[in-house]
């Protein structure tokens, strides 16, 4: 009879089904205090497969944004065009990230690791987007480690950070240069989560200020950080049980109450970082669209962006660089979203005692959130896909031990787990691969957002930003007439087609929409700059003067105005003045032709044909097609007694001008 039941395919089916329960059970549950020296075996090597296949699926995903260029969208900002980020790592570099107000935040370790990025890989792209794909690479290992430790429980920890590794959402935070501070603050988040738990098994002061330190250290890489001490106190609850979810409600009110006040010197650190924050906003006037939501459309905003999160979580579909602000919501959103909202908490809440990790990860969720949903409203969109690089750990948490417990109940198979969790995460993974091809250039990135279905004013003066720097003058003017029709008051895009109207000699154009743009933003520097240029044109040199003094006091490193700055000098003869001028520019950018010629001019002028030739030839050497270099180097090749070189670029410059627009000062 024994021998008949091990024999029978259905009994022997079971057993072996259950053994292999109980072997994955036992790899699964790390022992206390999981150290590796005492860990069996199977663990080890376990938990070295799950490392390896993050780094692995991060490499598979974003190994593609090393080809990618840089945008014109916020990189400019924090690289392309910033001196100080482009002069390394110094001292002086250093002073400037702790008290410069660019950006309009206080992250000076964001800064920092943008001038190690040049002095390793120069401006060239596939370097800054490395160092992104090695902390996103880093945040999901540790994140797996770190949660493994606190929990005790491998495969759900696993698959929270491979959630975090390869979902769609998180592409924004990876694939934009400009977005190094969601990588690098989420590496000190989540190494101070790792630390409070030491600390909370060891408590002692040194632990507790490694913690406060690797907050700090977060802060000043991003403010967004600022909730971590809210964080710590949910893991008090679960997974670190430092409440007894078996009593009351008011003894578990008062464990709660002293654990918090345990916490109130890092809750002192985030009311000063959050100070500054609204500080430096404010000074910079990036809150001023909040005047056009009213409080109360902000906060119905709030409710339909915490569930529009949700639904791009499961179905990450249309997803976009800018989601314009829609101003208000219907109603029928409004209390749509609410009830999802209060149905999922009161869900959460039933299960508080037996399934703690429920209400943790969507307290984790609706707290996170809170610096970036918008209440406050900061610049002039309604929501961001990499707001949600450390709140959507929350929803993973609730998913990855909800699956674990479901399937427990079920008596799912462990193979079948294993085999669901594979293609959802080989889908998310195929979804994300194509959302970072989109971050390919500026072109790419915006036109599919308005693809996407979100047209908006900035998606089209992005557009036309980037054609009217490759000289695609019609083009431009189409996209930025189309964003001047989504917003007719935007102070760069009237800029931008004051600008364009300067290069197409429309001075009248031109004069109208710079004046415009001024009147919005009196500080708008390549405003000033470009009403500089125009003054310059009409030979009205002391407007020129004027305008482009102001641009250089606002910006005293920016190129293009000093270029202009030494340009009008050099028409009014005074070449001593402008030289100081352009060496400034090719000392910041070293790459600037027009400068370059301009250095050639001054030089030619002075009778130095040799140092004239020198600048010339460089200035060629950039851009082949530069007219104005290409005639000039004639003349200084003519005054060298080098008629045939001269008669060759004369010829060439005739050559470009027959078949090009390509001219520049």
């Known amino acids: 009879m024994v021998s008949y039941i091990r024999g029978c395919p259905f009994i022997t089916g079971r057993m072996r089904a259950a053994n292999a329960a109980r072997e994955v059970l036992r790899v699964d549950e790390l022992p206390a205090g999981a150290g590796a020296d005492r860990m069996p075996r199977s663990q080890r090597l376990a938990m070295a497969g799950v490392c390896a296949a993050l780094v692995l699926a991060c490499a598979a995903i974003y190994g593609r944004t090393l080809s990618h260029d840089f945008l014109n969208y916020d990189d400019p900002l924090y690289v392309t065009e910033n001196p100080a980020v482009q002069a390394g790592l110094s001292w002086e570099g250093a002073l400037w990230a702790f008290t410069t107000n660019r950006a309009m935040y206080m992250h000076p370790l964001t800064w920092l690791s943008h001038m190690a990025d040049c002095d390793l890989y120069g401006l060239h792209p596939w370097g800054h987007h490395l160092t992104n794909l090695v902390f996103h690479t880093l945040d999901s290992v540790l994140l797996f480690l770190v949660f493994a430790r606190m929990t005790r429980r491998l495969w759900p ?144 905003n709030a409710l339909v962006v915490y569930v529009t999160y949700l639904v791009k979580t499961f179905w990450p579909s249309g997803l976009a660089a800018y989601y314009p602000h829609p101003l208000s919501r219907p109603l029928w959103q409004v209390l749509g979203a609410a009830v999802v909202l209060a149905a999922i908490t009161l869900f959460s809440l039933r299960h508080l005692r037996r399934r703690p990790y429920l209400m943790v990860g969507w307290l984790w969720y609706l707290g996170t959130l809170v610096p970036v949903i918008e209440l406050v409203q900061a610049g002039t969109f309604s929501h961001a896909d ?75 003066n992005n557009l036309g930003v980037l054609a009217l720097k490759d000289g695609r003058n019609d083009e431009a003017r189409g996209y930025l007439t189309k964003a001047m029709e989504l917003n007719g008051d935007h102070t760069d895009i009237l800029g931008n087609l004051g600008k364009l109207a300067l290069d197409q000699g429309r001075l009248g154009d031109a004069k109208d929409n710079l004046t415009k743009a001024l009147a919005l933003k009196p500080d708008h520097v390549n405003v000033l700059n470009n009403l500089g240029v125009l003054a310059t044109n009409e030979l009205r040199y002391d407007d020129a003067k004027n305008y482009l003094s102001k641009a250089l006091v606002l910006n005293p490193d920016h190129v293009d105005a000093l270029n202009n700055m030494g340009r009008l000098l050099l028409e009014q003869g005074r070449f001593d003045e402008a030289k100081p001028y352009l060496l400034r520019v090719v000392a910041i950018k070293p790459e600037h032709p027009s400068a370059l010629n301009n250095l050639g001019w001054c030089a030619m002028s002075q009778g130095q044909y040799e140092e004239a030739e020198k600048y010339l030839k460089k200035a060629i050497q950039i851009d082949p097609q530069f007219i104005n270099a290409l005639n000039n180097l004639g003349i200084v090749m003519a005054m060298l007694g080098k008629p045939e070189e001269a008669e060759s670029y004369v010829k060439r410059a005739a050559e470009v001008g027959k078949t090009s627009v390509h001219k520049k000062q």
Request: proline content about 5%.
């Open 386 to 460: 990499r707001y949600t690089y450390i709140p959507l750990v929350g929803i993973f948490i609730m998913v990855a031990w909800g699956a674990a417990d479901l399937a427990a109940v079920l008596h799912v198979p462990p193979r079948v787990s294993a085999l669901i969790s594979v293609v959802v995460l080989v889908a998310l993974a195929a979804c994300a691969g194509v959302q970072a091809g989109y971050w390919r250039n500026g072109e790419t990135l915006f036109h599919h957002a308005i693809d996407a279905g979100y047209p908006s004013s900035g998606a089209y």
């Open 157 to 300: 920890s696993a698959l929270v950070a491979a959630f975090f590794a390869v979902h769609p959402l998180h592409v924004e935070s990876v694939a934009w240069v400009a977005e190094r501070k969601d990588v690098l603050s989420m590496l000190f988040w989540t190494a101070s989560l790792g630390a409070y738990a030491w600390c909370r098994k060891r408590p002692g002061l040194g632990r507790y200020e490694v913690v406060a330190f690797l907050f700090l250290l977060g802060l000043l890489s991003k403010p967004m950080v600022v909730t971590l001490p809210f964080v710590l106190l949910l893991l008090d609850f679960w997974p670190l049980e430092a409440v007894d979810r078996s009593a009351t409600v008011g003894v578990m009110a008062r464990s709660i109450g002293r654990l918090a006040v345990e916490k109130i010197p890092l809750f002192l650190i985030t009311a000063l970082f959050s100070a500054i924050t609204f500080v430096m906003q404010s000074s910079a006037n990036n809150l001023a669209y909040g005047d056009k939501v009213p409080l109360a459309a902000r906060c119905a």
